[in-house]
């Protein structure tokens, strides 16, 4: 049996695009808290997960350098606004501060988990490759 | 690419919230200047916040995770100034009134505390982001 590196890292990889992904979403949340108009959002991350793992993108693949760049491809799957936790605020934002920095709080820990789950890989691929 | 955005949303938030921090201060710092007219009297500004969308999806829906804030203007408060009845001041008109801002002090306060919040959770996003992009650097090492 052969060490494949295209199979070594498994879904953290994916998980870990993801996971930066669904910070930087969560950031622009917060960054808009006090924007009026502006609707929270949050990445459906099994949904996301799944279709990353499945790998199919709807994009089209560019194979001549003067070929137009398609946007599809760049949309971001499991992205949607988030059920507000209350009717109305006044200025229709639907940001809710203390919610999105829990949230926040966790990804980043999830994302330490994904790298952890890497490291252990890297770690483990060394060790096979320097057998000692 | 996911992470290094984070830096310019929240540096955006940032600089939008030490703009409405600036009119606030301007505000409280204005709120007993008087004037001889109402033309002329300090009006209250608030800064108008705005999210700046980077890349717009071709469904019509907007797919970028990235979405920034910024101060799309400044408005004056509509509020009519207050009139006070004092002859002995220089500035007063030829009735004896001078005319105070419509700025309440303690609104500036609260929005003051609010801004100052928003800024702090900001800086904490960023911190955090580079906490993780650190750990990031070293994986494998």
């Known amino acids: 049996m052969s060490i494949s590196f295209n199979k070594a890292l498994g879904v953290h990889e994916a998980a870990l695009t993801l996971r930066s992904q669904r910070a930087e979403v969560l950031a622009s949340n917060l960054a808009n808290a006090d924007t009026p108009n502006f609707k929270a959002r949050d990445i459906d991350f099994s949904k996301a997960l799944q279709q990353a793992q499945s790998s199919q993108s709807s994009g089209l693949q560019r194979t001549h350098a003067r070929h137009l760049d398609s946007q599809i491809g760049a949309e971001i799957p499991g992205l949607s606004y988030r059920v507000p936790s209350q009717p109305d605020t006044g200025d229709g934002n639907s940001v809710d501060a203390q919610l999105e920095q829990a949230k926040f709080a966790e990804n980043a820990m999830q994302y330490e988990a994904s790298l952890r789950f890497l490291d252990g890989r890297f770690k483990g691929l060394m060790l096979a490759v320097r057998g000692e | ?141």
């Not at chain 2, 290094?4 to 030490?18: E, P, T």
């Not at chain 2, 100034?81 to 002090?105: C, H, K, M, T």
Request: glycine share 8%; net charge negative.
């Open chain 2, 1 to 141: 690419m996911g992470l290094f955005d984070i830096f310019d949303i929240s540096g955006s938030a940032m600089s939008a919230q030490s703009v409405r921090l600036n009119t606030t201060a301007s505000n409280i710092a204005n709120a007993d200047s008087v004037a001889s007219s109402e033309g002329e009297t300090y009006k209250a500004r608030h800064p108008v916040f705005q999210t700046v969308l980077n890349g717009i999806g071709v469904s019509g829906q907007n797919n970028a995770a990235k979405a920034g804030v910024s101060v799309a203007g400044i408005v004056e408060s509509q509020a009519a100034p207050i009139a006070r009845y004092q002859p002995q001041n220089p500035l007063a008109d030829e009735n004896g009134f001078v005319y105070a801002p419509n700025i309440s002090v303690v609104e500036e306060m609260a929005n003051m505390i609010s801004a100052s919040r928003s800024y702090q959770t900001n800086v904490q996003i960023a911190s955090t982001a580079k906490q993780l992009l650190t750990k990031t650097l070293s994986l494998g090492q």
